[in-house]
């Protein structure tokens, strides 16, 4: 198992994209659900954290770390 120095950042770097994308996910689910459409914060918040939780798991899954 080798790894250099570039490919390290590269990874670093996908992984922090991959990250923030799912950060700005959950905002946007969280303010459209909540403020456009009504629904209870309370609901809202662990059905926007399931969701980016699958993006973040894929996501990572298939561009950082390449299984």
């Not at 990874?11 to 923030?20: A, D, M, P, V, Y």
């Not at 994308?21 to 918040?45: A, C, H, M, Q």
């Amino acid at each position: 198992f080798k790894s250099d120095e570039k490919n390290r950042k590269k990874q670093i770097l996908k992984f922090f994209t991959i990250s923030i994308i799912g950060l700005t996910l959950n905002t946007i689910i969280t303010i459209l659900l909540v403020e456009r459409v009504g629904v209870p914060p309370t609901i809202v918040t662990p059905l926007a954290a399931a969701i980016v939780l699958f993006w973040n798991f894929f996501g990572q899954r298939r561009f950082t770390f390449k299984v």
